[in-house]
């Protein structure tokens, strides 16, 4: 069964309660009356309550209806966010600069509103020395704390020690965040546009004003 409504000579019963074109009851009247309505206000007449006793139709341009319906849903898929998780993995024995580079990775995450699965990874003798993952792993947690929080307390699991950091933040919160970031660095870069045109306009017209240098004299 289709699921668009049905609309004009396909609406096949006696009569229908009309609503017009802005909202407004009209109330129920003959189907040939509705129809008449639909054609002097050169719009549709749609079903839009099928189950109704009698159906409800509404007077409108079904055409743009349907376009705008498609545009919202559209922008609805668009702004639905979507659970993501990223992993970081990292050694017990990290040394400070590939720390701080694995830090930064998991900062941006949790600023774009995503969860880190953070997993430490045990080789040889390290394996007898689990409190080194986690201390790693409270350390860093507690660096990016602003951003995140423990989702997944720490635990083995074989040769890794895995835990889940979770973003304060909503991803799509995050999302409008960086939609209006990138809104206002485009009205900044056109400004500076505008500015350096306006610069460059002035510089022209003093150029243009100043005085011709006199010739010197033999």
Known sequence: MSAEP???DRIRVPEVRLVGPSGEQVGIVPLAKALELAQEYDLDLVEVAANARP?????MDYGKFKYESAMKAREARK?????????MKLRPKIDPHDYDTKKGHVVRFLKQGDKVKIT????????SRPELGYRLLQRLAEDVQDLGF???NPKQDGRNMIMVLGPHKKKTEAMAEAREAQAARKA?????????????AADEAAADEAPAEEPAEA
């Open 120 to 127: 430490i990874m045990f080789r040889g003798r390290e394996q």
């Open 55 to 59: 159906p409800v139709c509404k007077l």
């Open 79 to 87: 702004n639905q966010a979507h659970t993501v998780i990223k992993e």
């Open 6 to 8: 049905r609309i004009n």
């Open 188 to 200: 900044e870069a056109a400004g500076v546009a505008v500015e350096s045109r306006r610069d460059r």
């Open 150 to 152: 423990i989702e997944s």
